[in-house]
């Protein structure tokens, strides 16, 4: 069944247009699914609230504020969407946070605060969100987080977000063990390179997207929509066999050596 028809979303993560949220939620609200919204802060809320009203048809999208660094402002947050809708079907985390200036130069000069910012909101907010969340989705549910190739290997100047984000894989896959007899799923989507205001924080992002046009498979860096439309995939019924999976989006880039 291809529709999302009489389902509900969660989708973490939304902080502009340009945001791969943003693609995942227009991929869902298009195959029919009512939406639920999440920002870490009310400077982000107006933003997020405008892009909803731009979607198209029956608009009946729900906003909270939910800062993951926060562990009563997550279980805050579940307890009011259950409230307010009782059952969801699945959740897209895509948040991620390092300081800037160690997303450049030498992993080695990574401080200990960096590191654990970075590993507190990127990596650990999955497993203390799908716990409050897992209640919600008493109908089974799909759960999916956003990785990255410098999880896997070394990219230059991914340093600590790509530790962090081997964190949140193996994350992704006990939760995936731990969930599954409830017939809760976990993947990840490993997305290749997009300009986004998480990217730019990147350093010579320019330069990675064009190492993707010269030498990924596809000749081409991927978009919002690609990312939205395998999360579509991963939260439809197509995917029920499918759990603790890492499914690349990123042009084939992964495999060339
Ligand atoms: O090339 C890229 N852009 C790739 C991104 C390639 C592969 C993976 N990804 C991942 C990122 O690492 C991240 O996990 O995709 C995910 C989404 O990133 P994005 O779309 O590139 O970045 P952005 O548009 O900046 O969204 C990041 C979100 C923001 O949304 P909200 O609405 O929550 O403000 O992460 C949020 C950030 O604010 N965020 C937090 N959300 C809740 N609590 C927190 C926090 N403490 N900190 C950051």
Redesign the pocket.
Known sequence: NLSLEGRTYVV?????K????WGIARSLHEAGARLIF????ER?GKA?RELADTLEGENNSLFYE????NDEAIIQTFENIQNDVGVIHGLAH????ANRDELKDEFLNTSRDGFLTAHN??SY?LTAVARAAKPLMSEGGSII????LGGEQVVQNYNV?GVA?ASLDASMKYLANDLGKHNIRVNAI??????????KGVGDFNQILQEIEERAPLRRPVTQEEVGDTAYYLMSDLSRGVTGEVIHVDSGFNIIG
């Open positions: 973490m993560g939304v902080a502009n340009r945001s791969i949220a999440t920002y870490a802060s982000f997020v939910c800062d993951v660094t895509c948040i991620a946070f909101i990127s907010s987080t956003m990785t990255y977000m984000k490993s997305a290749g390179p997009i300009r986004t205001l998480s990217a």
